[in-house]
């Protein structure tokens, strides 16, 4: 999920998604943030499409611990 409330945007973030999801996710997430005129359509191709060329570029999230809380990411 994202908020943007005019000055900053969040994005909230099920910790219960798998690593790739996780990304896909996340990339959705920011793209409605700051291209809010997208049909979320085109925001979900552009996010598949970032997130797919992100994880073959090998850029993973390295778990530290159990999430227990959902990750909060403040824009």
């Known amino acids: ?3 943007h409330d ?14 790739r999801r996780e990304l896909e996710v996340i990339c959705h ?3 409605h943030l700051s291209l809010p005129d997208l049909s979320e359509r085109q925001i979900d191709r ?3 499409e970032v997130s797919r060329t992100l ?3 090998n850029f993973r ?13 403040t824009k």
């Open 55 to 57: 994880w073959r570029l």
């Open 29 to 31: 997430e920011q793209l």
């Open 6 to 19: 005019g000055n900053k945007g969040e994005i909230f973030i099920d910790p219960r998604l798998s690593p």
């Open 46 to 48: 552009l996010g598949k």
């Open 61 to 73: 999230k390295v778990l530290l611990g159990k999430h227990t809380t959902p990750v909060k990411i």
């Open 1 to 3: 999920m994202a908020i």
